[in-house]
């Protein structure tokens, strides 16, 4: 029996899409799919030569499971320099000198040199202390959504919805949060609410003026004098300065990119609008340790008076 032109060409798609997931280093994501397939190969009656391809997509998963293992203990033995620390600390230092606060800067310092792994579990700790717990929720998520794992993010917040994690409001912005990024990403998939019980003698909080920020869109002149544009997730933001990770696919464009340099027309993409403004960057480094080394970390300011 001939297996179906239909049934073929959906294998071939997703083996595709399992080796795009695994060129990327997105294990979790290439064990998910490749798990799918599985079940797809085994509930699908018209798909002959079952076993073979069964033997060898097991194979194929274990492989998966091997590197993803390699790549976490790769993770928890990579360290930032002590260079690499100073220099967040002197970008986004609070100077409260709190706990808390130090242990947050800590966790940053984690998130902007790309040790994502690292950075999700310290601000997993930080989910208890009252003033850092909304900073630390978004930044848990930036650090699945800087991985490309888009489907952990929201299981994340519908785990902290599912036992209470955070107090109903503040649950309440971080689901504006990653329902404006999923939006922004193209997904159609709508977030549920908290449950919200009105208090009337607190007065509700003011909202920030332009939300958080998800993405920037940086224009260039490129060697040959065209002009382009290039995309950037925001990887962590502190008042008016931004910081996203140039990865090393596109390290090609860390030469337009000078400390210093100010940038005009730069499209700001928040939870709420979208913006038109000027940036200068302060700093540029190349990430040297840990699962994002060979990458920039882009540290920018938004220009009052946007």
């Known amino acids: 029996m001939t297996m179906p032109l239909e049934i073929i060409q959906e294998i071939?798609?997703?083996l595709l899409e399992i080796e795009t997931y695994r060129s990327h280093q997105?294990?979790?994501e290439a064990h998910t799919r490749c798990r799918e397939l599985l079940g797809f190969i085994e509930r699908t009656p018209a798909v002959t030569r079952k076993q073979a391809f069964l033997v060898k997509l097991s194979k194929k998963l274990e492989q998966i499971d091997g590197e993803l293992k390699a790549f976490f203990e790769y993770s928890k033995t990579a360290k930032m320099t002590p260079k690499e620390r100073e220099l967040v600390r002197k970008l986004f230092t609070t100077g409260k000198g709190t706990k808390?606060?130090?242990a947050f800067e800590e966790a940053t310092?984690?998130?902007?040199f790309g040790q994502r792994t690292e950075a999700l579990e310290a601000f997993k700790a930080l989910l208890t202390d009252v003033n850092q717990r909304i900073a630390a929720a978004k930044s848990i998520l930036r650090c699945h959504l800087g991985d490309g794992q888009v489907q952990a993010a929201v299981n994340e917040y519908l785990?902290?919805?599912?036992?209470?994690?955070?107090?109903?409001?503040e649950l309440d912005s971080v689901r504006g949060f990653l329902q404006a990024v999923l939006t922004k990403k193209?997904?159609?998939?709508?977030?549920?609410?908290?449950?919200?019980?009105?208090?009337?003698?607190?007065?509700?909080e003011p909202e920030e003026e332009d939300g958080d920020l998800i993405s920037i869109q940086l224009p260039y002149v490129d060697k040959r004098f065209r002009r382009n544009k290039v995309l950037l997730d925001v990887n962590f933001q502190s008042g008016n300065m931004i910081n996203c990770i140039l990865p090393k696919s596109k390290k090609n464009l860390v030469g337009f990119f000078k400390p210093k340099s100010i940038f005009h027309d730069v499209r700001i993409n928040s939870t709420h609008t979208a913006i038109n403004a000027s940036i200068r960057l302060v700093e540029v480094s190349k990430i040297s340790e840990g699962e994002q080394a060979g990458s920039y970390t882009i540290t920018m300011e938004v220009m009052e008076g946007r």
């Open 12 to 14: 071939q798609k997703r």
């Open 159 to 169: 785990e902290w919805l599912k036992n209470d994690g955070l107090p109903p409001k």
């Open 186 to 204: 193209g997904y159609r998939q709508q977030l549920p609410e908290p449950m919200i019980i009105e208090e009337i003698e607190v007065e509700p």
């Open 26 to 28: 997105l294990y979790k």
């Open 109 to 112: 310092a984690l998130l902007v």
């Open 100 to 102: 808390a606060s130090d």
